[in-house]
């Protein structure tokens, strides 16, 4: 028998609790850490979509990225729902009860964890021969290409190997760089000065996950060409990469990474 604490065991041994930002919120979130499981989904995002998809794969322990929940909002600009009003989390908690489903996450555990995390599989899954680090911060690097690239070229790059036709270009597409950091899922959207961290350790463009156009305006002012994914393509090289991790490590139980977000619905 195993139960979901035997698959949090595992987990931390790879990626501690400890090792993450003190107050993130991980570990378990709901449902019963000492029932048997079934089967784990490595998903970046629990919704409906991925609830019901995990579902019917058989798997009911989830391991998330990000936050079950949509948090409610006080606003002066809107009347909105009251926190037990919130129409996706009463669906998402009837998907969770029906299915007797276990959810764990790890957030920024595993954004930080060298080689296997985050901010290391989205570097990776671009598959740049010869591309080297130059620069780290705890939560990005700067990579030094072969020869100069294109920003266009690195932009093609990113689509053919993320998957996803979507990805913006904002700035000179022309412009010749040797040096890019990918600032995986949020951090174009609510680190402020994170472009302006990479641009000192010498990076000149960068790839972001969720976009400010505040702080991509300011990126521009400073010179750096700014590529766009999206929050869950940037960081479900990692979670892939989770699956393959825990599958080695549980050759009893099934594991499989399972598409989430909104390009997933």
């Keep these: 028998m ?13 990626a501690p609790i400890e090792s993450g930002i003190p107050g993130d919120q991980l570990g378990f979130l ?12 490595c998903l970046w995002n629990v919704h409906a979509g991925s609830i019901e998809s995990c579902a019917a794969q058989g798997l009911d322990m989830l391991i998330c990225h990000e936050a079950i929940w949509v948090d409610p909002q006080e606003s002066p600009w809107y009347d909105g729902p009251g926190p037990d009003e919130i129409a996706s989390n009463g669906i998402r908690r009837a ?22 995390g985050v901010a290391d599989q989205a ?6 021969p010869g591309l080297r680090e130059v620069a780290r911060q705890r ?26 036709d979507g990805c913006r270009l ?14 995986i899922g949020g951090f174009g959207e609510n680190q402020l000065h994170m472009p302006q961290a990479a641009r000192d350790l010498g990076a000149e ?9 505040f ?51």
């Design 30 to 41: 709901y449902g019963d850490p000492d029932r048997e499981i079934r089967g784990v989904a």
């Design 95 to 116: 998907l969770l009860d029906r299915h007797g489903m276990v959810v764990y996450r790890s957030h920024s555990n595993w954004d930080a964890l060298r080689g296997d």
């Design 139 to 164: 939560f990005f690097s700067v990579n030094e290409l072969p020869e100069a690239w294109t920003v266009s070229a690195l932009r093609d790059l990113a689509v053919e190997r993320l998957g996803f």
């Design 215 to 265: 702080i991509v305006i300011a990126a521009l002012e400073m010179g750096l060409p700014v590529i766009e994914t999206l929050h869950s393509v940037s960081e479900s090289p990692a979670i892939r990469r989770q699956a393959v991790l825990l599958a080695e490590r549980l050759p009893g139980v099934p594991v499989r990474f399972v598409p989430s977000g909104a390009m997933a619905l």
């Design 123 to 128: 570097v990776a899954v671009l598959g740049i």
């Design 2 to 14: 195993t139960t979901a604490r035997d698959v949090a065991h595992v987990f931390e041994a790879i």
């Design 205 to 213: 463009a960068l790839i972001i996950g969720e976009m400010s156009e």
């Design 170 to 183: 904002f700035g000179d597409g022309a412009k010749l760089i040797r040096r890019f950091a990918f600032l």
